[in-house]
C-alpha cells in the first residue's frame, strides 16, 4: 500500500510560479511511477507530467516548456516546477502512482494510488 500527500498549492498571479510536492509512504513506492493529473471544475481529470523511477519526465502538450517534474527516490517525494502560470491551470492538482513504472498521461485509470489533490488557483 501507498500513500500520497500534496502540499504546495495556492494563488498565484498569472506568470507566476507555484512549487507542489508529494510525498509518498509505503513499501517499494521508489520503483513506481509517480504522475500528477488536474481536474477543473466541470472538466475530466487531465494528465499534466509523470516521472518514472529512474526519473525522465513525459509533459502534455499544454504544459511543456513551463512545468517540470522530478523526484528524489532517498527521500521518496515527486515535484512539479510550474512556472509561467496562466488561468487555464486553474484547477485541483493530485499527485498519482502507478506500481508497474508506467507514464501514461491519457488514462488516469492506470493509476493505483491517489492523493487527495491540492488546489491551484492562478488569478489576478
Known amino acids: 500500500q501507498v500513500q500520497l500527500v500534496e502540499s504546495g498549492g495556492g494563488l498565484v498571479q498569472p506568470g507566476g510560479s507555484l512549487r507542489l510536492s508529494c510525498a509518498a509512504s509505503?513499501?517499494?513506492?521508489?520503483?513506481?511511477?509517480i504522475a500528477w493529473f488536474r481536474q477543473a471544475p466541470g472538466k475530466e481529470r487531465e494528465g499534466v507530467a509523470c516521472i518514472e523511477s529512474r526519473g525522465g519526465g513525459t509533459y502534455a502538450d499544454s504544459v511543456k516548456g513551463r512545468f517540470t517534474i522530478s523526484r528524489d527516490n532517498a527521500k521518496n517525494t515527486a515535484t512539479l516546477y510550474m512556472d509561467s502560470l496562466q488561468s487555464e491551470d486553474t484547477a485541483v492538482y493530485y499527485c498519482?502512482?502507478?506500481?508497474?513504472?508506467?507514464?501514461?498521461?491519457?488514462?488516469?485509470?492506470?493509476?493505483?494510488?491517489w492523493g487527495q489533490g491540492t488546489q491551484v488557483t492562478v488569478s489576478s
Open positions: 498519482a502512482a502507478d506500481r508497474f513504472n508506467l507514464c501514461v498521461l491519457r488514462d488516469p485509470q492506470v493509476y493505483d494510488y
Open positions: 509505503g513499501s517499494l513506492a521508489d520503483r513506481y511511477a
